[in-house]
């Protein structure tokens, strides 16, 4: 954390006993993650994702991983670089310790991994850009102007203001047809002008449709 501030939005975890086909959902926050396989271990710097995709877990992988609060990146990684799956693999020592920044770091657990992230604060390898709250929300800091801020925002976070709150709103949208709400409730409660335009936002930002989101169909939000 920077003061008091976390830098860490969820830490999560996966595994699979058998190959899993899922749709994952866009995102806007960056994350670091860690995959075990058959391969041995990868770390992945992983930016905003500006459409939905269909991934797969391989049998007997795990997966773990920090999402990051929106404005916290890796400099060395910039989240504009990283977007739609372009992800920058973090070398890995043969002794199986992290090289990063020019230093090697001892590789976390899904039970330390927030120790993790603390160190590569402390270590300035890890940055968050107070502003990003005021730009988020439609505010505008003191002194900068409109294009500034925007430019400020993109460079932080890896994507527009306008594409942030368009994610934000078919992700909410999502989630309610996920919990069984009616497509015609999910259009008035997620801000869509008919069922039309929630069927393209749901395409786009799942690669599902309404109906097969109520319904269950195999959906990842990470």
């Known amino acids: 954390m920077i003061g008091e501030l976390p830098l860490v939005q969820r830490v999560w975890s996966a595994s699979c006993d058998t190959t899993t086909v899922f749709s994952s959902a866009v ?9 075990r396989g058959d391969r041995g271990m990868t770390v ?27 404005g916290a990146c890796l400099p060395l990684h910039p989240p504009s670089g ?11 020592l043969p002794s199986g310790r992290i090289l990063l920044g020019n230093r090697d770091w001892e590789m976390p657990t899904v039970q330390n991994i927030d120790v993790f992230v603390d160190r590569l604060v402390r270590a300035g390898l ?3 850009d107070p502003l990003i709250d005021e730009i988020r929300h439609g505010e505008r800091p003191r002194g900068m102007s409109e294009r500034s801020a925007q430019i400020r925002f993109r460079r932080a976070v890896g994507i527009s203001h ?9 992700r ?9 709400s009616s497509i015609a409730d999910v259009v008035t409660a997620g801000g869509y002008y008919d069922q039309s335009q929630l069927a393209r936002a749901m395409r786009w930002a799942t690669g599902q449709t309404p109906g097969e989101l109520r319904s269950g169909t195999p959906f990842l939000a990470l």
């Open 27 to 35: 995102k806007a926050s960056s994350m670091i993650a860690f995959a």
């Open 44 to 70: 992945h710097v992983r930016g905003p994702e500006t459409k939905g995709s269909s991934l797969t877990f391989p049998a007997g992988w795990e997966f773990f991983g920090v999402e990051l609060r929106l």
């Open 82 to 92: 990283l977007t739609d799956l372009r992800d920058a693999l973090v070398p890995i």
């Open 126 to 128: 890890l940055s968050f």
């Open 162 to 170: 306008r594409k942030l709150a368009s994610i934000e709103q078919a």
């Open 172 to 180: 909410h949208a999502a989630q309610l047809l996920m919990a069984g």
